[in-house]
């Protein structure tokens, strides 16, 4: 739920000033526009206050809502920041709301110990957060219906999933060598991906992203190599018998081969006489693995 901090009135001379922005001036009374209080105050007509974001409610007469087509940064009524966007320049603060009229704009400080204007600023995971101020296009204060300035704070969460995802691309490029067994080598690719997507595409807490690190590196640890063809197949040698001065077929001499190998005698058979001649068939599959199986070769006239 969207809840209202408690708004009490200051005289100004007695508010602690945190930050300001803009002063926009009025006749005789001027209004600080982007300034966080201690409390709400009146200056003059105007009502200034902060209501602050707790979750997915609408505040109560503010013009601003919480954008949640922002499915990464917006879910269950909280703010969530990524380091590795905000370095890849992916952050704008004005997309985190929606403003329920297109006559309305929204500037915003961010505060982290300090406030500052640029997301770029933001360099450590925790919490930090975000004052809206809503203007009218003329740039003065957007007024709610109880006299106050609008002015929001959203509470962000701020992580960084930089590591997780150099730890992925690690991974990554250790299962796609051949040598791993295809079964392991699948599942560790494919849980890389699902991992990918879902950093990629929703709201993590520095926690996830600490847990999904360890995740990755046990994924690694199933990486299994893979049995050589020749360690699964045990070929069987078969007698042929050819006339003197035919060449046998080495395919002749083996019963059946797995789809893909080939096979080649070692050296070539003496059919120049009769006789029984021993062979060597090499088998090589299609991991480049190789049997030698030892045959007979009957040679008559």
């Known amino acids: ?23 926009f001036k009025f006749g005789a009374a001027s209004v600080l526009i982007g300034i966080s209080f201690l409390g709400g105050f009146t200056q003059g007509q105007f009502n200034i206050s902060t209501d602050t974001v707790f979750a997915a409610e609408v505040i109560s007469g503010s013009a601003v809502t919480l954008n949640t087509n922002m499915t990464k940064n917006i879910q269950n009524g909280r703010a969530y920041i990524d380091l590795y966007d905000v370095k890849n320049g992916k952050i704008d603060p004005l997309q985190l709301i929606t403003l329920n009229s ?3 704009k929204a500037q915003y400080v961010i505060g982290r110990r300090h406030y500052f204007t640029q997301p770029s600023e933001l360099t450590t995971v925790g919490a930090a957060s975000i004052n809206y101020t809503v203007l009218e296009t003329d740039g003065s204060p957007h007024m709610k ?5 609008d002015i929001v704070n959203v509470s962000l969460t701020i992580y ?3 590591a997780l995802r150099d730890k992925i691309d690690e991974v990554k490029k250790k299962a ?14 494919i849980s890389l ?32 190599p893979r049995i050589p063809d020749a ?27 797995p789809a893909g190998s080939t096979v080649a005698y070692k050296e070539p058979v003496d059919t120049k006489t009769p006789g029984e ?13 190789t049997d030698e199986v030892p045959v007979k070769v009957t040679v008559v006239d």
């Open 176 to 189: 796609e060598d051949p040598k791993w067994d295809e079964e392991s080598r699948d599942k560790v690719l």
């Open 160 to 162: 960084n999933s930089s």
């Open 277 to 289: 001649k021993n062979a060597i068939v090499v088998v090589t599959y299609p991991d480049k693995s």
């Open 231 to 257: 360690d699964k197949n045990d070929p069987v040698g078969k007698d042929q018998t050819v006339k003197v001065g035919e060449q046998p077929d080495p395919t002749k001499s083996l019963e059946a081969v």
């Open 193 to 224: 991906d699902d991992i990918k997507t879902d950093i990629d595409n929703n709201p993590k807490t520095q926690s996830d992203i600490d847990n999904k690190i360890t995740e990755v590196t046990n994924l690694e640890k199933i990486l299994v």
């Open 1 to 23: 739920m969207f809840r209202r901090s408690k708004n009490n009135s200051y005289d100004t001379s007695q508010t602690k000033q945190r930050f300001s922005i803009k002063k």
């Open 102 to 104: 297109p006559d309305l």
């Open 145 to 149: 219906p109880d006299g106050q300035v």
